[in-house]
């Protein structure tokens, strides 16, 4: 078919339009911003930029929201490990139900939560603490997790386990030293997505914070003298990073991610 | 290849059942608690039995009325970006190269909307469509054609769904693309000595192959664009005037802004119940064909 590459390249150029502009505006003072149209910056200037880098409200933003994420990537894979081996190789009273009611959880929607958060995690004194959102993130990616190792696990022959067991392999030095590196690909999609689907959340952030994470930060770059464009463009390139640089390594994988491991 | 049966899994999956019960069960239990009662502020409360659920069904009543109103537009936007995404997203996925240096291109791009924050997916078009410093808004109002996202109803929702489109499209060309993989090469070459037509290879070879992974697409895309909030929230805040507030956008502002705490528990337990419905057709779907692949193993 020679429409074809037409057909995606116009698809591409229809992904990366907005994008660029959004690279584009970074570049630009307010000035230049609100007075001229123009595809690429006339006066490039780094001042967005250097004021991200030098004002603490920024950088720190940035550092609480990355605190979060990883210490819930952390806690979710740790705790799915065990648990999607389980699914994966046992059956067990109420299995299927569980493992229903996780995915309920990763399918809820966070405004049905943000109220009961804001009660529990106050009332627990977590409130404004990088944990408070590090533990909330997990209702969505807990289940998550779990999915997507139980459906790596499953594709990883069971005669494996026994003969370890037969040559006299502990549960645990069996699950460490055989089966964490049999699934090592599985564990870096489940840990990328949920890394990403933390990344990205806002409305559990912001409730559970005093517009401490970037994302809240990003929201309030309106003042009395208008919205900072040029300053808010250049925050949202920087939030683009952790993802431009993973995913690379995790291409063949976005699909079968965001399926649940079932694709 | 039975599983067999050890309830001593139970001791694996009791970290995860711990740490999702305490962020689902108690703060739903507490969401039941606040949506049978009523508060005059100071912690005070009264039985309200299911006052709030006949209020919130009641299209004559306000709050019946915001929560219909809402979930009407809420429905729509999902079918019309459905609607949409999953003809283009088939498209794309079949105009794909199957090999060669382009595939790992075409994977990056397509998957990089998918990678945005999503406040950040709203302040890219918020950018992008503005009429004074947007690109496709000075281009549109150029062209002769009012469009200004903010003040005209038919400008907000095409901004939307456009923002949709692009930031999911991607997720139905993946699926769809990692489906196509799995078809082997000797289907082709048969249809190409039968002299098929580009339409009969899609509907006799690669439609069918497609149902699978298109199911799946198309539960995931309702279900997330049925709890839309962020993008939204940052490009028309819901408005102008109600035009795009769906449920997520009204919920919030009737928990979080008003703190109604019987009316908003009220409706996050009809909204959660909807979302619960469809989970569970997802799940029937999910595992249908796992079983499937079982037998075919067998």
Known sequence: MRGSRYILAAYLIFLLLPTYWLVNMSFKTNTEITTTMSVIPLAPTLKNYIEIFTNPTWYNGFLFSLTYVVLNTLISIGVALPAAYAFSRYLFLGDKHLFFWLLTNRMAPPAVFALPFFNLYSAIGLFNTSWAVALAHCIFNVPLAVWILEGFMSGVPREIDETAFLDGYSFPRFFVRIFIPLVASGIGVAAFFCFMFSWVELLLARTLTNNQSISSIMTRTVSAAGIDWGLLSAAGVLTLIPGALVIWFVRDYIARGFALGRV | ?298
């Open chain 2, 1 to 298: 290849m039975d599983k067999p049966i050890n309830n001593r899994a139970w001791f694996l999956v009791v970290p995860v059942v711990a740490i999702v019960a305490f962020n689902a069960i108690l703060p739903l239990m507490t969401v039941i608690n606040y949506s049978v009662q009523d508060t005059f502020g100071n912690n005070q409360f009264f039985w309200n039995g299911v006052g709030w659920y006949q209020e919130l069904l009641d299209p004559n009543a306000e709050l019946g009325g915001r929560f219909l109103a809402s979930l009407g537009r809420n429905i729509v936007f999902s079918l019309i970006v459905l609607a949409i995404e999953v003809p283009l997203g088939i498209l794309v996925s079949l105009c794909m190269p199957k090999k060669g240096p382009g595939v790992a291109f075409c994977l990056v791009v397509m998957a990089l909307p998918l990678l945005v924050p999503w406040n950040v997916v709203g302040t890219i078009w918020q950018i992008f469509a503005r009429s004074d410093i947007g690109l496709l808004g000075w281009t549109v109002n150029h062209l002769g054609l009012d469009y200004n996202y903010t003040a005209g109803f038919f400008s907000a929702w095409f901004t939307i769904i456009v923002m949709d489109v692009w930031h999911w499209t991607s997720l139905i060309a993946l699926l769809c693309y990692a489906g196509l993989k799995s078809i082997p090469d000797a289907f082709y070459q048969a249809a190409r000595i039968d002299g098929a037509s580009r339409w009969a290879v899609f509907r006799a070879i690669e439609l069918p192959k497609l149902r699978r992974v298109l199911l799946i697409g198309v539960l995931l895309r309702f279900m997330d664009s049925f709890m839309i909030y962020t993008e939204p929230f940052v490009v028309t805040g819901g408005g102008p005037g109600n035009s795009t507030t769906v449920v997520s956008i009204e919920l919030v502002k009737i928990a979080l802004g008003q703190f109604d705490l019987g009316k908003a528990a009220a409706m996050s337990i009809v909204y959660d119940l909807i979302i619960l419905v469809s989970c569970w057709i997802f799940y029937t779907v999910m595992t249908n064909t796992r079983e499937v692949r079982r037998e075919r193993l067998a």
